[in-house]
């Protein structure tokens, strides 16, 4: 069902109480379906960061091989860019959860909930818990800041060994 086909059927409601009740799963189910999109492809992303991130500080610590500055700056400059990507994957899919979790606030305000009860269906009220994922959210932006500002450190510092 596409969210043209659920919008439709939000002026019929008042004559069928299941298009309600199909109308909010609809919307929470694409709410947790974006929240799961969010976290996996963040989370790669910041995993790809944070390798690029330990592989940068590798080519600046003298070991065996000398420093290369200018590979860690590099790969600082990437990682910075993957950043800001991850951030903006975040604002994204935390823009269309909150809309979608939004919607299924105002549906549930007019689902019958004895009615529900009574054919055996889930109250939607017992699953507001899920709904408030600002902190999962919340928490892949700040890690994505973290982040960037590490690399921003580490291009500092490779550059300043470039230029030594």
Known sequence: MTN???????PRADENRSNLLMLWTHFQAQAGDDKNKMI??????????????????????????????LVASMLSLFTLLLCATACYLVSTFSDHASLRYRL??????????????RQGARQPGKWRFFKDVGVIFDFFAA???????????ILAYSLSALVR
């Open 4 to 10: 043209d086909d659920a919008m439709r059927l939000r």
């Open 104 to 117: 299924t606030g105002e549906i549930e305000k007019d689902i019958d909930i004895p009615y529900w009860k």
């Open 143 to 153: 890690l994505s800041v973290f982040l960037a500002i590490v690399s921003v450190v």
């Open 40 to 69: 996996t492809s963040v989370s790669w992303l910041l995993g790809i960061v944070v390798a690029l991130l330990a592989t940068s500080i590798g080519e600046l610590v003298p070991g065996k091989d000398l420093p290369r500055p």
